[in-house]
């Protein structure tokens, strides 16, 4: 099958997406690394470790696993990375693989970027929602005090997408990976998006998936490639992200996934959306569609003024005003710079409305 | 006066040298930045901080001090200036100013490439080694198994160099800022390594200062235009960093500067490329230099096999052998895989040559 070509700023590189072609990897990998490092979790470590290891170029083949979770976006083990590469005499003709969802996707890119100045990396994804972090080049780890705040632009070597590895993917993970994609739709293709309303995440074959990925990934490619340093148009992919971020940091991160925050952040954008330009949009619709697929909306009572500062800090803040991405229509996106006071009402309101409970 | 312009891949940009340049600050940042963190040093801020946030465009002014020395090359500092950049609330559209020698430029420049992914900083050099690192982007802080090996490459916006903070300065810290003006003499300019052969460093005014700097500056810029990210003539820069690097973590850093190291390291490749190529180097002459202007030599007893292990570490290093920068002739370097057995006797004939002891 055809890859997906992305064009970087610094190099372009393929997305190959397909069912079983991580067995193929060693005729992707056409470049002769002095070394290789696989930094995977303790999960994917289980199910796809040694099959990988077996698969690869003859060469000096090293691994480090990493706790399951967004917890391991830490600077410990960033510096565990660093440790592991230097130890096994990493140079600056290595490659470093990251074998699994976003987390590992970000924590072994930053690592790439990082070593000895950057060296080569490939992601092999294995969740939904890596769809995202594979195209665009973001790496990050993230700061106690807010999310992906130390990081690089510095985009992988390869992408390899074996869709079988989604297979075994908890519905809990397909649901977050699932908002990605509903988001993706949101910004600029109104049939995708009601392709993604009239799909049941319990039932979705390979062949759907793949078509799904592919249509999430070539909007993603399409914004990034033509604003990679987010000066402009990229800012639409932190559609949902400004309320999502803010609820993963207050919630802890790994206790809601990504994806499931993005969901509740998305609806929080349409609402905030129709107030704004008193338009109507399928606000109602998406709700449901997320409440028949089990995002779970059953949240710890949440107190607005912690939240709002949490958008404060957000990195997409300018000038310490609050930047969200809004909808005039589904694939007419625009970012406004949003009033405290106005959004801090709005706030409360969506909480009323999703019925979370509002604490002092 | 005219400024060096520095052609980097991402941006161009300028080094202004002068004498009392610094208080024209405000004059040289046309941009307006929402906040502005000054990094500096203990040493630094007690002479230079205060007078700076004087000069400043008016902004949201924030600064922090790290400890003297390589020790602040960590990921602690590292870690302690993200926290105070988020905590102060800096954005994307905010300045880092490096204050400060080459490790706050590297630290300092290191955490502007990752906050939030990268924001603008500037350089204000008060050392006369940090001429080097304020030409080539490269940023890092050190991990404890080696020297630079987690960083970017991330240029400067600009470089503003005060030609008077460099009067104050120990006669250590000249000695090491001209090991590396040496070097550059050597790899690319025979009539400035003869000049340089007759300064005596006791008495430099501002105008050989100046002078010297733009000379060592403007050949570390050629070679940096035209080989950025380190492939191929950029190599020639490293001339004297093998054991230069090795020495300085053996013995610690901190223990001996630089700079120090740089000298020695100097002595070492023009003794291997004799060798090498059975030539006459100015070896003698440039020992005498740096004897008559107190460079010590007087080093505890060294390990030839550790000082071996640490060369095959450093990140220059490629498919586990050491490559070294030697001189064909004066201004005519070349770098050559040197094999591990010829390297270690000469390591030990070199350490013979200085009066070293060696220790088992």
Redesign the interface.
């Known amino acids: 099958m055809e890859p997906i070509i992305i064009q970087s700023s610094s190099h372009s590189y393929a997305i190959h997406i397909g069912e079983n072609i991580r067995y193929d990897l060693s005729h992707y990998i056409t470049k002769k690394y ?1 070394s290789i490092l696989v930094v995977t979790d303790e999960k994917v470590a289980d199910l796809y470790l040694n099959d990988l290891i077996q698969v690869l170029p003859q060469s000096n083949i090293y691994s480090i696993i990493v706790p399951v979770g967004e917890q391991s976006k830490s ?1 410990e083990q960033f ?1 565990r990375i ?2 592991k590469a ?2 096994s ?1 990493l ?3 290595s490659l470093i693989i990251a074998l699994g969802g976003g987390v590992v996707g970000d924590l072994a890119g930053f690592a790439a ?6 060296i080569n990396y490939i992601q092999v994804p294995t969740t939904i929602l890596a769809h995202d972090s594979s195209v665009g080049g ?1 790496v ?1 780890i993230n ?1 106690k ?2 999310k ?6 510095y985009p992988p070597k390869m992408v390899v997408y074996d869709v079988n590895t989604l297979q075994s993917l908890k519905k809990k993970e397909v649901r977050s990976g699932y908002a990605e994609l509903v988001k993706e739709a949101l910004i600029a293709n109104k049939s995708f998006f009601h392709t993604l309303l009239n799909t049941n995440l319990n039932h979705i074959d390979n062949f759907k998936l793949i078509d799904h990925l592919k249509k999430g990934i070539k909007i993603k490619a399409k914004i990034v490639e033509e604003d990679e340093k ?1 000066a402009g148009i990229r800012k639409y992919l932190n559609l949902g992200h400004t309320l999502a971020h803010a609820l993963e940091a207050e919630l802890g991160y790994g206790t809601i996934t990504h994806g499931e925050a993005v969901a509740l952040g998305l609806l929080f954008a349409l609402f905030v959306s129709e107030n704004h330009f008193n338009n109507k949009l399928p606000l109602e619709d998406l709700k449901k569609w997320f409440q028949s697929n089990k995002y779970p909306f059953q949240l710890p009572a949440l107190n607005p003024e912690v939240l709002m500062a949490k958008m ?2 957000d ?1 997409k ?4 005003n609050i930047q969200m991405v809004l909808l005039k229509e589904i694939a007419e996106p625009c970012v406004i710079e949003v009033d405290d006071n106005a959004l801090y009402f709005q706030l409360q309101a969506f909480l009323e409305y999703i019925q979370v409970k509002i604490r002092n």
Chains 1, 2 share one sequence.
């Open positions: 002095s600077m510096h660093q440790t230097i130890e005499h140079d600056r003709e970027a990082t070593f000895m100045r950057g973001k990050a700061h005090l807010g992906n705040l130390i990081g690089s632009f987010e404060k800090s990195k803040a300018v000038n310490n």
